[in-house]
């Protein structure tokens, strides 16, 4: 048994790049047969037939099938899948906004002046800052400079009037 045995030198470089054209020319082939399947599938305005119609052409004469489909459906496939991935994006996004706004803590005014109190115990804030800080827990309002009290607005209380 004597079969001939080819070492790498036997074959010319211009045979490798001629090989992996061939290769890659036959992958991108079934990239865009799977993807005219996919679009087949994808498209709500086509009947269950027209479907049926365009797998049976695209599999039994894929090379014709594939280039009049390409031809004639061409056009809307990126759009297609444009709104596919637009339609993901939403729905992402409004998954997000659900999660985000169902697991956002609620701190009540009493978890905050335990947090304060404990900060003050430690020593991480002064008595001062402590102060201040309550303030805006039972007021509800935005930051005060220093030196500065909250003021209430109708409706409300200073925090020395909760005291």
Known sequence: MSAPMYLAYDYPLLNVFWTMLWFFLWIMWFILLFRIVVDVFRDDAMSGWAKAGWLVFVLLLPFLGVFVYVIARGKNMG?????????????????????????????????????????????????????????????????????????????????????
């Not at 596919?84 to 994006?89: I, L, M, Y």
């Not at 992402?92 to 803590?105: C, G, H, K, L, N």
């Not at 800052?129 to 109708?154: I, N, S």
């Open 79 to 163: 759009r297609r899948e444009a709104a596919q991935a637009r339609g993901q994006q939403q729905a992402f996004d409004d998954y997000i906004r659900r999660t985000a706004q169902s697991t956002e803590p609620r701190h009540s005014s009493a978890d905050e002046l335990a947090k304060l109190s404990e900060m003050r115990t430690r020593g991480d804030i002064t008595d001062d800052e402590f102060r201040r800080a309550k303030d805006l827990v039972l007021t509800d309002y935005g930051p005060v400079g220093p030196g500065q009290r909250p003021t209430a607005t109708a409706g409300s209380t200073t925090g020395a009037a909760r005291q």
